[in-house]
Nanobody, 121 residues
């Protein structure tokens, strides 16, 4: 049974940092592309970052480049999203998702339940 469980969300002030974790089970992490997506209040879901299967190439939305870093630890079946210099507009529910392809399509095969990130002063 495939499961993805996010953690690490919370409330933070602008310019603060958070590290989100996505613990996966039911599949071999290295065989799947893992993406982080977010949905802000009143806005459509957007892709934030992707780490590809196999070679672990990384991709970022323009809005988070230079501030967010995605990584994976195959030994612990966990994918991380380190978020620095957070902005109010980073507020939203963050989801991790998995796909058996190389890259992260808009509709991934498996999704976590989400974790809330709230950035405000």
């Amino acid at each position: 049974q495939v499961q993805l469980v996010e953690s690490g969300g919370g409330a933070v002030q602008p310019e603060g940092s958070l590290r989100l974790s996505c613990e996966v089970s039911g599949f071999t992490l290295d065989d799947y592309a893992i993406g982080w997506f977010r949905q802000a209040p009143g806005k459509e879901q957007e892709g934030v970052s992707c780490i590809t299967s196999g070679d672990s190439s990384t991709f970022y939305a323009e809005s988070v480049k230079g501030r967010f870093t995605i990584s994976r630890d195959n030994a612990t079946n966990t994918v991380y999203l380190q978020m620095n210099s957070l902005k109010v507009e980073d507020t939203g529910i963050y989801y991790c998702a998995a796909d058996s392809g190389y890259y992260c399509p808009p509709i991934m095969e498996y999704w976590g339940q989400g974790t809330l990130v709230a950035v405000s002063s």
